[in-house]
């Protein structure tokens, strides 16, 4: 999710005017910068372990918007890569963050 977010990340802080969707009426500066959050930095915090579980929530619904709103009338080979994802954040949701993570580290067995 790193690299898609990377791009949306050079756009927002570019010269050039914002052109992004918006899928949920917050406005396209919103919702990128939401998305950005979501892809880099909640993406950055997964790899590193840190706060798994709370971390996910924002990856998992702007995947559910891609996959459910922003594609909604495309063929399922358009959106199958945001339901991979969606299905992957769900799965780490519940299982969370695992042994070899700083979560784990941090707070032991809980």
Not at 2 to 22: M, N, S, Y
Not at 32 to 42: G, N, Q, R, S
Request: proline share 5%; with cysteine.
């Amino acid at each position: 999710m790193l690299g898609h977010g990377w791009g949306k990340l050079v756009r927002l802080t570019g010269p050039e005017q914002i052109r992004f969707a918006d899928p949920i009426g917050l406005g396209p500066e919103a919702s990128l910068i939401l998305t950005v959050f979501a892809e880099v930095f909640c993406s950055l915090l997964l790899i590193l372990g840190l706060g798994t579980r709370v971390i996910v929530v924002p990856l998992i619904v702007v995947m559910a918007v891609a996959a459910l709103v922003v594609h909604a009338g495309d063929p399922f080979g358009r959106k199958e890569l945001a339901v991979l994802y969606l299905v992957s954040y769900l799965m780490i949701a519940f299982a969370g963050p695992g042994r070899y993570s700083a979560d784990h580290v941090i707070y032991g067995k809980l």
